[in-house]
């Protein structure tokens, strides 16, 4: 029975997840925190990654890892292999404004036409930018850029800071995946190639950056052998084992909709990030900035738990009696209003009961899930299901209103660490040469009950926002 290992080193903190290599079956697992914050040494990826493995009983017969992470962010390194500063996260936003200067410089059309998406602050591009403008001596210093699961698999690897690993800082081994490097704003997922130009034009100079692998490419590790990675996005793709057609909605602090696809996708208005997948494939995504913790607050407003929300959000009729919640309590990434607030309208004397407020928070919720859908589906991808996961996708209420909200069938998988078993799928793909097919376990699949009023409702609250 060959072991294999998926690592989800993600903002909060790290979990591994050891699986049988043909059937799939959860043999250990282990999990540590990460601290808070925006920046974050990224030594303390290391250590918790090294804690999470001793949990889940080591790399001993283990005979194939693989490493996902959070997408974007910023890992600087110079000519010594040790890390230059805190590495910058994807909700850190002081690259704003250089965000804003580079699409400024390159034109919006010939960004999304380089790389596939329009970078915003998350990217690691305007990141770069933002070092070269506020840290220029930090940014002389940078020989190598990479991100956090490809900094986390060279040193899995053996490889790091001068005296401090043992095959030392050999920055040509860096290396990545499509998935993640889709993220940076300097490689295409069409051409499969790094834009070098608009590297420099973000950092000012030159640097190694990591080799980028193919799906089921390989490179050895101390003892086993070490799969190319992914983004967490599409590593929870791969663990759900989306296939094209399937469209993933997933609800947590923040909300995406991405779906499984042969084709690129470039759209030139920048809300879908044309990003590609784990598996040779592309992953157009959309974000929004406000999902679960809408819930969260309406819940607080009400006095009431999670699911006590849910409860009352169903005995009130689709349409919340006309009420609609703009959810954009923290701004908005789609649309792009970062300073908008929510609003609530349509009420009534009549209609202004907690009943009606639960059921707008929700529909509010996944109406804003349902436009990033729409917009998905309007650059022509193929979509035929939903798979709703995420802490919120547990609630029987959120599940029966996304069977009213969504025009296609939705699903619900069993809760469980999907970017991590993506991981593992990954790890597994590489040892044997086959993309598992292990069985995905479905607890909800509500009942197909469009309304399209619950839509319109909402496209006319939100439509009074600027564009």
Known sequence: MARVIGVDSSTQSCKVVVRDATSGALLASGR???????????????????????????????????????????????????????????????????????VAEVGAAAFVARTGSLPVASF?????????????????????????????????????????????????????????????????????????????RALGHEAILPRVLGPAETVPGPGFIVGPGAGDNASAALGLDARPGDVVVSL????????????????????????????????????????????????????????????????????????????????ERTPNLPGATASLTGLTLATTTRTNLARAAIEGMLCGLAAGLAAIRGAGVETTR??????????????????????????????????????ARQAAWVLTGRRPAWPVELVGSPAPDHRPVIAAQYARAAGRYPS
């Open 32 to 102: 540590a925190s990460h601290p808070d914050g925006t920046e974050v040494d990224p030594q303390y990826w290391w250590d918790a990654l090294s804690a999470a493995l001793a949990q889940a009983g080591g790399l001993e017969d283990v005979a194939a890892v693989s490493i996902a992470g959070q997408q974007h962010g910023m890992v600087a390194l110079d000519a010594a292999g040790r890390v230059i500063r805190p590495a910058l996260l994807w909700n850190d936003t002081r690259s704003a404004d250089s965000a804003t200067a580079l």
């Open 124 to 200: 690691t591009a305007t990141k770069l930018r933002w070092l070269r403008d506020n840290e220029p001596g930090n940014a002389a210093r940078v020989a190598a850029v990479c991100l956090p699961h490809d900094w986390l698999t060279w040193r899995l690897r053996g490889y790091g800071p001068e005296g401090e690993s043992p095959l030392g800082p050999v920055l040509d081994e860096l290396v990545t995946d499509r998935s993640d490097a889709a993220g940076t704003a300097y490689w295409s997922p069409a051409s499969g190639a790094y834009d070098r130009d608009l590297l420099i």
């Open 252 to 331: 947590g602090t923040s909300g995406t909709v991405f779906a499984a696809t042969t084709t690129a996708v470039c759209d030139p208005t920048g809300i879908i990030a044309g990003f590609a997948d784990a598996t040779g494939g592309f992953l157009p995504l959309v974000c929004t900035l406000n999902a679960a913790r809408v819930l969260d607050a309406v819940a607080g407003l009400l006095g009431v738990s999670h699911g006590e929300l849910g409860e009352l959000a169903l005995q009130a009729e689709p349409g919340s009696g006309g009420a609609v919640l703009v959810p954009y309590f923290e701004g």
């Open 386 to 423: 939903i798979l709703l996961i995420g802490g919120a996708a547990a609630n029987p209420g959120v599940q029966a209103i996304a069977g009213q909200v969504f025009d296609l069938p939705v699903h619900v998988p069993a809760p469980g660490e999907y970017v991590a078993d993506g991981a």
